[in-house]
């Protein structure tokens, strides 16, 4: 069984920088491509960053863009997100999920490409 455990959110104020970790134990059958979501109160789950299995290909959503960083370090077992220049509306809980594999474009953005998901860590960004 695969368990994914998020860690490293916490304030900051607008501007600022923050990075969350998400340690990975079990195993899946398959190497596994990998994201960030968050979610805030009331909104939709939206994808952030994913990461294909051997980090040669990551992906962004448009509004975090030249801001926020994915990668992995898959001797480690351990998926980060440096998040710079934090908005106050990238205040939310941030998700790690972990799929069975690479896909095309789009496809590590899409919550239906992963089947595992940690519980989440809170950013909370400050005027």
């Known amino acids: 069984q695969v368990q994914l455990v998020e860690s490293g959110g916490g304030s900051v104020q607008a501007g600022g920088s923050l990075r969350v970790s998400c340690a990975v134990s079990?195993?899946?059958?398959?190497?596994?491509?990998m994201a960030w979501f968050r979610q805030a109160p009331g909104k939709e789950r939206e994808g952030v960053a994913g990461?294909?299995?051997?980090?040669?290909?990551?992906e962004y959503a448009d509004s975090v863009k030249g801001r926020f960083t994915i990668s992995r370090d898959n001797a480690k077992n351990t998926l980060y997100l440096q998040m710079n220049a934090l908005k106050p509306e990238d205040t939310a809980m941030y998700y790690c999920?972990?799929?069975?594999?690479?896909?095309?474009?789009?496809?590590?953005?899409?919550?239906?490409?992963?089947?595992?998901w940690g519980q989440g860590t809170q950013v909370t960004v400050s005027s």
């Open positions: 990461i294909s299995t051997g980090g040669g290909v990551t």
């Open positions: 079990g195993y899946t059958l398959s190497p596994y491509s």
């Open positions: 999920a972990a799929g069975l594999g690479d896909g095309g474009p789009g496809w590590y953005l899409t919550s239906g490409a992963y089947r595992y």
